[in-house]
């Protein structure tokens, strides 16, 4: 069974850092694209953070979140990871991490989440307020 936990959410100032974890099991992790996606408030559609490839070549970014989070992972240790820098109230959202069913490199095709991963976690809840 595909399993995916995220772990790392709080309620944190404007400015604040956080490291979000994705802990993945049930599948084999180094063969997967992975992928943070967020829900923000109810009536927002969820929208691509950031994603990265099998090796860590290649990071893709949303314009939102450029120079301000960045996406890692450790295949060794079956977990994804993302640092979030200089938070803002509008990163507030729950956070979950998607296995992509396209390849990270081709992210730029597609306008929206639609049909890009196949598996999810539940979510952790980031909230930027002072």
């Known amino acids: 069974e595909v399993q995916l936990v995220e772990s790392g959410g709080s309620t944190v100032q404007p400015g604040g850092s956080l490291r979000l974890s994705c802990a993945a099991s049930?599948?084999?992790?180094?063969?997967?694209?992975m992928s943070w996606v967020r829900q923000g408030p109810t009536g927002q559609g969820p929208e691509l953070v950031s994603a990265i490839n099998t090796r860590s070549t290649f990071t893709f970014y949303g314009d939102s979140v450029k120079g301000r989070f960045t996406i890692s992972r450790d295949n060794d240790k079956n977990t994804l990871y993302l640092q979030m820098n200089n938070l803002k109230p509008e990163d507030t959202a729950l956070y979950y991490c998607?296995?992509?069913?396209?390849?990270?490199?081709?992210?730029?095709?597609?306008?929206?989440?639609?049909?890009?991963?196949?598996?999810r976690g539940q979510g952790t809840q980031v909230t930027v307020s002072s």
């Open positions: 049930g599948f084999t992790f180094d063969s997967y694209d």
């Open positions: 998607a296995r992509l069913r396209v390849p990270a490199l081709d992210l730029g095709h597609y306008s929206g989440v639609e049909g890009i991963f196949n598996a």
